[in-house]
C-alpha cells in the first residue's frame, strides 16, 4: 500500500512510500528510522496523535517530528500554497527566514509569497525565534484572474 511519510528530522523531506498491508505505525518508524528511539517523536496519522500498534492504511500520511533536538528551535510552519497545511517544525539555531524558505520551498521563489513570522512581515535576514510563527502565502494564484 502507498502511504503519504513526511520525515521532519533534520532536514526533512516527504514522499510516497509502499509499505506492506497490517503494517503498524512502531514496524513503520522502526523501518524508517532504525537508529531513532519513537518515545523521542512526536508521530502523528493523518495530522492526528495515533498508538504505535495503529495499522496504517492506503493512502494514509504519516508525519515523524522529533519532540526536541538539540541546537534547534521549534516553529510553526503554515504553508498557504495549493491544499495548504499547518505544522510544528524543528529548525537549526540561527536559521534565517531566507534560509527557512530555501529549505521549504525550494522549488519557489520568494518574491513570489507574502511570508510573515508573528503576522508581521520581516526581513530576509531576521533569525526565526522558539515558537515563531512562519506564514508562506503565494500572491498570485496560478490561473486565477
Same mark, same amino acid.
Do not use: H, W
Given at each position: 500500500?502507498?502511504?503519504? !511519510?513526511?520525515?521532519?528530522?533534520?532536514? &526533512? *523531506?516527504?514522499?510516497?512510500?509502499? %509499505? @506492506? +498491508?497490517?503494517?503498524?505505525?512502531?514496524? *513503520? !518508524?522502526?523501518?524508517?528510522?532504525? $537508529?531513532?528511539? #519513537?518515545?523521542?517523536?512526536?508521530?502523528?496519522? $493523518? =495530522?492526528?496523535?495515533?498508538?504505535?500498534?495503529?495499522?496504517?492504511?492506503? &493512502?494514509?500520511?504519516?508525519?515523524?517530528?522529533? %519532540?526536541?533536538? +538539540? &541546537?534547534?528551535? =521549534?516553529?510553526? !510552519?503554515?504553508? $498557504?500554497? &495549493?491544499?495548504?497545511?499547518?505544522?510544528?517544525?524543528?529548525?537549526?539555531?540561527?536559521? #534565517?527566514?531566507?534560509?527557512?524558505? @530555501? +529549505?521549504?520551498?525550494?522549488?519557489?521563489?520568494?518574491?513570489?509569497?507574502?511570508? =510573515? /513570522?508573528?503576522?508581521?512581515?520581516?526581513?530576509? $535576514?531576521? /533569525?526565526?525565534?522558539? #515558537?515563531? =510563527?512562519? %506564514?508562506? %502565502?503565494?500572491?498570485?494564484? +496560478?490561473? @486565477?484572474?
Amino acid at each position: 500500500m502507498r502511504i503519504l !511519510f513526511i520525515n521532519n528530522d533534520g532536514g &526533512g *523531506f516527504a514522499d510516497y512510500v509502499e %509499505t @506492506a +498491508e497490517g503494517t503498524t505505525v512502531e514496524k *513503520f !518508524f522502526s523501518d524508517q528510522l532504525p $537508529n531513532r528511539k #519513537s518515545e523521542d517523536y512526536l508521530i502523528r496519522v $493523518n =495530522r492526528q496523535p495515533v498508538a504505535s500498534d495503529y495499522c496504517l492504511q492506503d &493512502g494514509d500520511r504519516i508525519t515523524m517530528t522529533p %519532540t526536541k533536538i +538539540e &541546537g534547534a528551535a =521549534r516553529v510553526l !510552519f503554515i504553508n $498557504n500554497d &495549493g491544499g495548504g497545511f499547518a505544522d510544528y517544525i524543528q529548525i537549526a539555531d540561527g536559521t #534565517s527566514v531566507e534560509q527557512f524558505f @530555501a +529549505e521549504r520551498l525550494p522549488a519557489c521563489k520568494p518574491q513570489d509569497y507574502l511570508i =510573515r /513570522v508573528n503576522r508581521q512581515p520581516v526581513a530576509q $535576514n531576521y /533569525v526565526l525565534q522558539e #515558537s515563531d =510563527r512562519v %506564514t508562506c %502565502t503565494p500572491v498570485k494564484i +496560478e490561473g @486565477a484572474a
